[in-house]
């Protein structure tokens, strides 16, 4: 049934491995360089002409064919502009998740079943399906289920959480099963050391070699404000811009006898309240109120006013937390999500994704509105507060 698969070809060791996997398993292979960035427009930070070599130089060896897609267009129109709106506006954004759910799954995923003819695609995302990873366990009348990658630290589900079932559906992760170290050493055995050896990509590609604060002034208009201690109401200290800061970053603000971090940004009046302390009360919450979910599966159970069970993380390194959940719609037709945590949770930000898991199943995810009211209104927090006005 999946003869023909496109495989994306990045450059790295995952991709490479991922590929030499396809063709060893008999599928006719054909690989695939996505360019989502115009180096054109760039000076020089984010430069993909290394790993377009060695994607060419990878098909050279597996005696397959590459194709390079232009994704630039609808990067910018679905990922990019999106990113610099939500900055503009004071939010957050996860640019990666907004990636795979535009170009990688929805793009990419109808250019190769239409345009090359494949039956599949395949990723070298650390992830699995029940579908197994060459979908030798495809059954067209059973739901496909995202599942999570053994390797803890690489598992890759968090990113995968606003794709669409029927993407999902013919995907394979050829890599899904391994541990990044398997993975290298499975690339070393075959001949593929040099990519096994790669420097791994890290963080935002179009950011490249500058900091996120001088990529960022490129596109947004320096807008300076205070910074306001939300225990005294004092000014503390002035800031660049909202775009700049995210909830629960350390500020850099001289003079303090511990280090502020940012509670929360105020668009309408420019100001950035922060907290005292790392560790300060007001940036914990055991409430998330999220909207217009995308669900691969649905949580089993969940219906309108009904609370069912899960697990939660917002970032992708931390420990899954338990949860209830309940699904509500306003007036406006919005599906919304109101989310109450077993434990509470440090900077739950804005415009990122709650992502929710049952066992090892990922069920999908939906953006961050806002956190719920903190934790520290307690009494012995209150009495401390007003004793320091």
Known sequence: MFRRVVVGISGGVDSAVSAYLLKKQGFEVCGAFMKNWDLIDESGYCSGEQDLEDAHRLCRMLEIPLEEINFVKDYWLEVFGNFLKDYEAGITPNPDILCNRHIKFNRFFR????????????????????????LEQYNEKQAVRLLMAPDPIKDQTFFLSQITADALRR???PIGSLTKRQVKQLATEVGLESYARKKESMGICFVGKRTFQQFIAEYIETKPGPFVD???GKEVGRHAGLHHWTVGQKCKIGGCLQPYYVLRKHRETNVIEVASGHDHPLLYTDMVYAEQPVWINTPPGLKR???V??????QHTKPLVGCSVIETEENDDRIRLFVKLDKPLRAITPGQYAVFYRNEECFGSARIV????SVAYSKEWLLKREASL
């Open 305 to 307: 006013g009904q609370v």
């Open 111 to 134: 250019h190769a079943r239409e345009r090359l003819g494949a039956d599949a695609i395949a990723t070298g995302h650390y992830a699995r399906t029940n579908f197994g990873p060459f």
């Open 230 to 232: 939300v225990d005294s």
């Open 171 to 173: 995907t394979m992760f």
């Open 309 to 314: 069970r899960c697990e939660f993380r917002f």
């Open 370 to 373: 806002q956190p719920g009211p």
